[in-house]
T-cell receptor, first 115, second 108 residues
Framework: EPEVTQTPSHQVTQMGQEVILRCVPI?????FYWYRQILGQKVEFLVS????????KSEIFDDQFSVERPDGSNFTLKIRSTKLEDSAMYFC?????????????FGQGTRLTVV | RKEVEQDPGPFNVPEGATVAFNCTYS??????FFWYRQDCRKEPKLLMS???SGNEDGRFTAQLNRASQYISLLIRDSKLSDSATYLC?????????FGKGTRLHILP
């Protein structure tokens, strides 16, 4: 069964460093998403991406964040200068379409710890 | 008002009981609706889609009322393995919004 894969599963980084979280969405999917979940809190929308551009982003997704689909298979989330409060589980998801009842499939997540 | 609101929980119910989860959404432009399940420190996984006509999958029944912007999930004959957080999810054109989730503990 096709699945969304994320690497690494756990990343520890020092405050102020840049991190890149990687995702390989399901191959025929067209919509890609990043979410984060701070421990014990809700799953929060960060950004959606379609047709090689951001289609929607939340207020969390500020200038420190960027996304890219560099090669047609990977979908990356970059955090330029990490803060302690960026520590969270980051989930990538993909869906066949953005609407019409098609569900999103989630990767297993990258646990980011900023120290 | 939050875009997707759920019962705060947690629900602690004995094995075999019936459990009902409620969810409301605020944006009438929302287009599709789902229940996801999340186990501790794992990714959300689709449990079922929700349609106005209602849909059933074994012990699970989901219902959508667009007029009142209300979504429900019923679990019958609950099992220990049903213990998890249940997430109400609303898709609004390129943005999938999660409720905070309701934690369910099934007691032996």
């Amino acid at each position: 069964e096709p699945e969304v894969t994320q690497t690494p599963s756990h990343q520890v980084t020092q405050m102020g460093q840049e991190v890149i979280l990687r995702c390989v969405p399901i191959s025929n999917h067209l919509y890609f998403y990043w979410y984060r979940q701070i421990l014990g809190q809700k799953v929060e929308f960060l950004v959606s991406f379609y047709n090689n551009e951001i289609s929607e982003k939340s207020e969390i997704f500020d200038d420190q964040f960027s996304v890219e689909r560099p090669d047609g298979s990977n979908f990356t989330l970059k955090i330029r200068s990490t803060k302690l409060e960026d520590s969270a589980m980051y989930f990538c998801a993909s869906s066949l379409t953005g609407t019409d009842g098609t569900e999103a499939f989630f990767g297993q997540g990258t646990r980011l710890t900023v120290v | 008002r939050k875009e997707v609101e759920q019962d705060p929980g947690p629900f602690n119910v004995p094995e075999g009981a019936t459990v009902a989860f409620n969810c409301t959404y605020s944006n009438s432009a929302s287009q599709s609706f789902f229940w996801y399940r999340q186990d501790c420190r794992k990714e959300p996984k689709l449990l079922m889609s929700v349609y106005s006509s209602g849909n059933e999958d074994g012990r699970f029944t989901a219902q959508l009322n667009r007029a009142s912007q209300y979504i429900s999930l019923l679990i019958r004959d609950s099992k220990l393995s049903d213990s998890a957080t249940y997430l109400c999810v609303v898709n609004r054109r390129d943005k999938i919004i999660f409720g905070k989730g309701t934690r369910l503990h099934i007691l032996p």
